[in-house]
């Protein structure tokens, strides 16, 4: 299963890259869009990541290793900050109204949001190892105090 599962994230990740990456390049010749320098530096350093970590990927599926694929996991969270960051400086050169940002805007947060979309896929090879090792919480939800939950101290559920 675990075989059939990767191959099926790496045929997701394949149309990505030929229904959605594929189409935004040719978008960008087509229109004679340029990315600014500090974008196309964001976008390859993001890219490099994703490449980096396809590598580890790799690694936890030929040896089902936990420290891998804890290190897989880790890097998953680390790609979500470099995204929001990499999205966060590219608004700000909106902001300065930077003519070739305005220009290529659009494209720019699709070529993060679909590379940030491949890592995900690529990233779902490690929950099996993780799985087999008992290394996994039941839910990444964290458990609310009755307290918490609402603003007057009554659970949701509970106010009904």
Known sequence: MEIIAFSINLEHIGDIIDKNLMELAQKKIKRKLAFSKQGVSELETFHQEVMSNLKLAFSVF??????????????KATLRTAELAAAES?????????????ESSSLHLDVLRDLKRIHSHICSVA???LERAGALQPSRLRVVEPDE???????AASAG
Not at 62 to 75: H, P
Not at 149 to 155: L, M
């Open 62 to 75: 030929m040896s089902g290793d936990v420290k891998i694929a804890r290190q897989l996991i880790a890097e």
């Open 149 to 155: 939950s609402s603003p007057d101290g009554k659970d």
């Open 127 to 129: 929950y099996p190892v």
């Open 90 to 102: 590219h608004l700000e050169r909106l902001r300065e109204r930077r003519p070739e940002s305005i």
